[in-house]
């Protein structure tokens, strides 16, 4: 299947700073790019759509100003959550959808986010 | 909106058959998919039926579909300690360029040796 990677796996900071997550699709391009959160226990929660070239589109409750989104190349979208928070820690995941292969997305391995 | 259920837990002992359920509300489902998730690490898409199928079997994997009960299942033969992992049932309506995929909250399947 199609391969998604994301950098970095995990990474720690301190609350106020800035986290940059990239998500690549490396055999395939990809017109349009998934942000996901993942809390503990729970499912994935669809944060926005990323699409090249294009603003992202973001679901209900999720603060553009807060979780930015850039789609700059067909294969890089990149997701920097600004001014960072305890509560903001979490699992983030990004998929890529294939349009070679009905569809499908496909996952990266996910970003854990530890804000102190 | 969508909702799609799945039981939280499931035990099996090795080299049992497992049966995730997951049912779902939305009648314009045209992909399902079944996800798995090891500790720590995204998803891995495990297999996917579209809505006009009623099975498929993949190796070990057999998903079945009932549309009119909007009920889904992912069985798992010979299960293995190595398939121990969370597993989620997705479900997506075809709508051209935007796709929205709306997940389980995933079923801890636990397998023991």
């Known amino acids: 299947g199609a391969v998604v990677s994301q950098h970095p796996s995990w990474v720690i900071c301190k609350s106020g700073t800035s986290v940059k997550i990239e998500c690549r699709s490396l055999d395939f391009q990809a017109t349009t790019m998934f942000w996901y959160r993942q809390f503990p226990k729970q499912s994935l929660m669809l944060m926005a759509t990323?699409?090249?070239?294009?603003?992202?589109?973001?679901e209900q409750g999720v603060e553009k100003d807060k979780f930015l989104i850039n789609h700059a190349s067909l294969t890089l979208s990149t997701l920097t959550v600004t001014s960072a928070h305890p509560e903001d820690s979490s699992f983030y995941i990004c998929?890529?959808?294939?349009?070679?292969?009905?569809?499908?997305?496909?996952f990266g391995p996910g970003t854990r986010l530890t804000v102190l | 909106g969508e909702d799609v259920e799945q039981s939280l837990f499931l035990s099996v002992r090795e080299g049992d058959s497992s049966v995730i359920n997951c049912t779902y509300t939305?009648?314009?489902?045209?992909?399902l998919y079944w996800y798995k998730q090891e500790p720590g690490a995204g998803l891995q898409l495990l297999t996917y039926?579209?809505?006009?199928?009623d099975m498929k079997q993949d190796q070990r994997l057999t998903v079945l579909l009932n549309k009119k009960d909007k009920h889904l299942s992912l069985r798992i033969a010979d299960t293995q300690t190595g398939d121990s992992a969370i597993y989620f049932c997705?479900?997506?309506?075809?709508?051209?360029?935007?796709?929205?995929?709306?997940f389980g909250t995933g079923t801890k399947l636990q397998v023991i040796p």
């Open positions: 997705a479900e997506t309506p075809f709508t051209g360029g935007y796709q929205k995929v709306t």
């Open positions: 990323s699409n090249e070239g294009s603003k992202a589109t973001y």
């Open positions: 039926i579209f809505s006009n199928m």
């Open positions: 998929s890529a959808r294939d349009p070679r292969s009905t569809d499908t997305q496909y």
């Open positions: 939305d009648s314009s489902s045209t992909y």
